[in-house]
Nanobody, 121 residues
Framework: QVQLVESGGGLVQAGGSLRLSCAAS????????MGWFRQAPGKEREFVTT????????NYADSVKGRFTISRDNAKNTVYLQMNSLKPEDTAVYYC??????????????WGQGTQVTVSS
């Protein structure tokens, strides 16, 4: 049984930074695409970013390009999301995912439970 556990969410002022982590247990995900979606209150879940198994390829939603950076440490079975210059519209629950395909957004095999990010104005 694979589990993805997110951490690092919290409350931050606009312009601030947060670093989310997603640790996988139960199986090594070093050969899997990993990434993040988010869901704001009253809105559908939306894609944020994804990273290939070797870290060589990344995709970002236009809304976060230049502000968010995804990375991974396969030795630790962990993926990270560095979020800078946060805006109130970044407020959402952030979900980690994994996939056997690239970019993986239409073939998610595991989801995390989510971590809340709240950006105050």
């Amino acid at each position: 049984q694979v589990q993805l556990v997110e951490s690092g969410g919290g409350l931050v002022q606009a312009g601030g930074s947060l670093r989310l982590s997603c640790a996988a247990s139960g199986r090594t995900l070093s050969r899997y695409t990993m990434g993040w979606f988010r869901q704001a209150p009253g809105k559908e879940r939306e894609f944020v970013t994804t990273i290939s198994w070797n870290g060589y390829s990344t995709n970002y939603a236009d809304s976060v390009k230049g502000r968010f950076t995804i990375s991974r440490d396969n030795a630790k079975n962990t993926v990270y999301l560095q979020m800078n210059s946060l805006k109130p519209e970044d407020t959402a629950v952030y979900y980690c995912f994994s996939s056997r395909s690239w970019p993986g957004t239409n073939a998610v095999n595991y989801w995390g439970q989510g971590t809340q990010v709240t950006v105050s104005s």
